[in-house]
Nanobody, 115 residues
Protein backbone atom coordinates (compact mmCIF):
# COMPACT_ATOMS: atom_id res chain seq x y z
CA UNK A 1 0.00 0.00 0.00
CA UNK A 2 1.48 3.31 -1.09
CA UNK A 3 0.43 6.48 0.67
CA UNK A 4 1.24 10.09 -0.06
CA UNK A 5 1.04 12.72 2.65
CA UNK A 6 1.05 16.35 1.61
CA UNK A 7 1.70 19.51 3.58
CA UNK A 8 1.88 23.18 2.80
CA UNK A 9 -0.46 25.28 0.75
CA UNK A 10 -2.71 28.04 2.01
CA UNK A 11 -3.49 31.65 1.21
CA UNK A 12 -0.92 34.12 -0.08
CA UNK A 13 -0.94 37.46 -1.85
CA UNK A 14 0.13 37.76 -5.46
CA UNK A 15 3.91 37.86 -5.69
CA UNK A 16 4.32 35.76 -2.58
CA UNK A 17 5.71 32.28 -2.07
CA UNK A 18 4.49 28.94 -0.83
CA UNK A 19 6.12 25.57 -0.33
CA UNK A 20 4.41 22.24 -0.85
CA UNK A 21 5.85 19.03 0.55
CA UNK A 22 4.91 15.42 -0.02
CA UNK A 23 6.25 12.21 1.46
CA UNK A 24 5.54 8.74 0.11
CA UNK A 25 5.49 5.54 2.12
CA UNK A 26 5.00 1.89 1.29
CA UNK A 27 6.59 -0.27 -1.35
CA UNK A 28 8.31 2.19 -3.66
CA UNK A 29 10.52 1.17 -6.50
CA UNK A 30 13.96 2.65 -6.80
CA UNK A 31 13.19 4.30 -10.14
CA UNK A 32 10.05 6.41 -10.07
CA UNK A 33 8.69 9.83 -10.86
CA UNK A 34 7.21 12.22 -8.33
CA UNK A 35 5.44 15.41 -9.14
CA UNK A 36 2.67 17.90 -8.56
CA UNK A 37 -0.51 18.39 -10.50
CA UNK A 38 -3.25 20.95 -10.06
CA UNK A 39 -6.92 21.02 -10.80
CA UNK A 40 -9.55 23.72 -10.82
CA UNK A 41 -13.26 22.89 -10.49
CA UNK A 42 -14.63 21.55 -13.76
CA UNK A 43 -11.22 21.32 -15.36
CA UNK A 44 -8.79 18.53 -16.07
CA UNK A 45 -5.94 17.85 -13.73
CA UNK A 46 -2.75 19.26 -15.23
CA UNK A 47 0.92 18.69 -14.62
CA UNK A 48 2.73 21.44 -12.75
CA UNK A 49 6.13 19.82 -12.35
CA UNK A 50 7.69 16.40 -12.08
CA UNK A 51 11.07 14.97 -11.21
CA UNK A 52 12.64 11.55 -11.67
CA UNK A 53 14.82 9.73 -9.18
CA UNK A 54 17.82 10.78 -11.29
CA UNK A 55 16.85 14.43 -10.91
CA UNK A 56 15.44 15.15 -14.34
CA UNK A 57 12.68 17.71 -13.95
CA UNK A 58 9.85 18.87 -16.16
CA UNK A 59 7.70 21.99 -15.76
CA UNK A 60 4.54 23.34 -17.23
CA UNK A 61 5.28 26.42 -19.34
CA UNK A 62 3.11 28.54 -17.08
CA UNK A 63 5.33 27.95 -14.05
CA UNK A 64 8.80 27.86 -15.58
CA UNK A 65 11.14 30.28 -13.86
CA UNK A 66 8.80 30.63 -10.85
CA UNK A 67 8.44 27.13 -9.43
CA UNK A 68 11.19 24.71 -8.47
CA UNK A 69 10.75 21.02 -7.79
CA UNK A 70 13.21 18.97 -5.78
CA UNK A 71 13.27 15.59 -4.10
CA UNK A 72 14.97 13.55 -1.45
CA UNK A 73 15.21 9.98 -2.70
CA UNK A 74 16.20 8.60 0.69
CA UNK A 75 12.95 9.92 2.16
CA UNK A 76 10.79 9.43 -0.95
CA UNK A 77 9.86 13.08 -0.59
CA UNK A 78 9.26 15.87 -3.06
CA UNK A 79 9.05 19.62 -2.54
CA UNK A 80 7.56 22.27 -4.78
CA UNK A 81 8.82 25.77 -4.07
CA UNK A 82 6.44 28.28 -5.60
CA UNK A 83 7.60 31.88 -5.99
CA UNK A 84 6.10 34.92 -7.68
CA UNK A 85 2.67 33.41 -7.31
CA UNK A 86 -0.17 34.70 -9.45
CA UNK A 87 -3.94 34.56 -8.92
CA UNK A 88 -4.14 32.10 -11.80
CA UNK A 89 -2.07 29.66 -9.75
CA UNK A 90 -5.06 29.23 -7.45
CA UNK A 91 -6.03 25.55 -7.52
CA UNK A 92 -6.03 22.34 -5.58
CA UNK A 93 -2.56 20.84 -5.86
CA UNK A 94 -2.06 17.07 -5.81
CA UNK A 95 1.12 15.15 -5.15
CA UNK A 96 1.71 12.29 -7.59
CA UNK A 97 3.93 9.24 -7.54
CA UNK A 98 4.32 7.12 -10.63
CA UNK A 99 5.58 3.85 -9.23
CA UNK A 100 6.29 1.17 -11.84
CA UNK A 101 3.60 2.62 -14.06
CA UNK A 102 0.97 2.92 -11.35
CA UNK A 103 -0.15 6.40 -10.34
CA UNK A 104 -0.77 7.28 -6.71
CA UNK A 105 -2.23 10.56 -5.51
CA UNK A 106 -2.21 12.64 -2.37
CA UNK A 107 -5.38 14.04 -0.89
CA UNK A 108 -4.85 17.48 -2.39
CA UNK A 109 -4.00 20.82 -0.82
CA UNK A 110 -5.57 24.17 -1.61
CA UNK A 111 -3.43 27.01 -2.86
CA UNK A 112 -5.15 30.39 -3.06
CA UNK A 113 -3.42 33.48 -4.43
CA UNK A 114 -5.20 36.77 -3.84
CA UNK A 115 -4.74 39.75 -6.13
Amino acid sequence: QVQLVESGGGLVQAGGSLRLSCAASGIIFRFNVMGWYRQAPGKQRELVASITTSGTSNYADSVKGRFTISRDNAKNAVVLQMNSLKPEDTDVYYCNLNNAGVNYWGQGTQVTVSS
